[in-house]
């Protein structure tokens, strides 16, 4: 809507306009109010996109939360200037405009680049601040994301009490960083140590291999293929030392070594994707990379089925319902992949709609022809 601010007030100003079509005409009061609603809303818009893809761990989704918390908090709002024209249109137009111009406050909408301005959420003397509308956007997205996300009476509605959230954070990098500023932001006790716990709790919970080499047993040092075939007993102090008795650990007592190691290591607090990390130490954690592997992973979510079904929506038109499903499949398939082209989609030629009647008319009738046979004939046995 923002963007049309140009069109819309040229359209407005044509002679042309009706009274009934100029009542609707938005005021620049309207205007104003549009743009810091946009301003408001734009962080927890951000989020929710975000929160919508297949690929993000569950600490990725927390981190967002903890940004759009310290968005919410923050005394000011950037919001666009509407009555200023656009900066750059498209992206490859706002890179441009943006790498030699780092400095100044822009907002882009809808690959509209406007410049900005920042207005305070709370009345201040002397300067701009939000209007009544938008404020109040501000307060409901603090009290609303406080009450789903951090609630202190509930524990079932906070992220820092949620044993799976704390599983994920504490085996991913930064995660132990990310704990502890996102305590003190919403004012509540660091949750290291429960967290540190439940991953315990879960490493006890491993069952023991069923590997009889895995048990407790005690193994001797080797003994000469003579001994061996002479006698069935193992001598304890062969070799003059009695440290073959090996007692070999639970999987149990091994993943809680483990995870004291891990949480040593000064890496950790360095903000990684936890698939990368735990590739790397796959090797030196065995057991509780297996751990790791059952806290850590995507978020279930809807949204890429319907995406799925949006673009089979916009493929399977009223008059393209003869498609078959692979046809289907492979439409479907090039829209989610144009990227990947080596040509931009933009040079590929387009066909008009003569031409496309053209291309039809030439195409072999036999098909057809039994389609519309067969047709016929389920008419003819409903009669």
């Known amino acids: 809507m923002l963007t049309l601010y140009d069109p819309l007030a040229a359209f407005f100003a044509s002679p042309k306009v ?220 062969i070799n003059g030392s009695n440290s073959a008795a090996v007692q070999q650990q639970s999987p149990s007592a091994t993943a809680c070594a483990e995870l004291e190691a891990f949480l040593q290591l000064a890496e950790i607090n360095q903000k990684q994707q936890p698939q990368h990390v735990w590739r790397g130490y796959k090797e030196k954690f065995p057991v509780l990379y297996l751990v790791a592997c059952s806290s850590l992973g995507a978020v279930a979510s809807s949204a890429a089925s319907e995406r799925d079904f949006l673009t089979a929506g916009a493929v399977m038109r009223k008059n393209r319902t003869r498609l078959l499903p692979q046809h289907l499949e492979m439409h479907c398939f090039i829209h989610d992949n144009v990227d990947l082209l080596p040509t931009p989609i933009e040079a590929v030629p387009a066909m008009t709609n003569e031409q496309a009647n053209k291309v039809r008319a030439a195409m072999p009738m036999a098909g057809r022809q039994q389609d519309l046979e067969g047709d016929i004939n389920t008419s003819a046995d409903e009669e």
């Not at 310290?70 to 709002?77: C, E, F, G, R």
């Not at 996300?149 to 954070?169: A, G, I, M, Q, Y």
């Not at 290291?192 to 590997?211: K, Q």
Request: hydrophobic letters at 40%.
């Open 18 to 237: 009706e009274s009934s079509q100029r009542r609707r005409r938005l005021t620049s009061a309207d205007w104003d109010r549009l743009g810091q609603i946009l301003g408001v809303l734009r962080s927890a818009f951000e989020v929710t996109t975000a929160a919508e893809g297949d690929d993000d761990a569950l600490i990725d989704l927390v981190s967002m939360l903890g940004s759009l918390r310290l968005a919410l908090d923050s005394p000011t709002v950037t919001v666009p200037c509407h009555t200023a024209p656009p900066l750059a249109v498209g992206d490859r137009a706002i890179e441009a405009y943006c790498d030699p111009n780092p400095t100044g406050l822009k907002f882009e909408v809808d690959n509209y680049l406007f410049p900005a301005e920042e207005l305070y959420v709370d009345d201040e003397p002397g300067k701009e601040s939000l209007c009544a509308e938008a404020a109040a956007v501000v307060m409901v997205l603090r009290e609303q994301l406080d009450a789903r996300f951090f609630n202190v009476e509930d524990p079932t509605k906070n992220v820092l009490k949620n044993h799976e959230v704390l599983r994920s954070c504490i085996l991913s990098a930064g995660g132990v960083s990310l704990l502890c500023k996102l305590s003190e932001l919403v004012n509540q006790p660091d949750p290291y140590g429960a967290a540190v716990a439940s991953v315990r709790e879960l490493c006890n919970s491993l069952a023991p291999s069923s590997n009889p080499s895995a048990s407790t047993t005690l193994v001797a040092a080797p003994r000469s293929s003579w001994r061996r075939a002479r006698s069935s007993l193992i001598d304890l102090l």
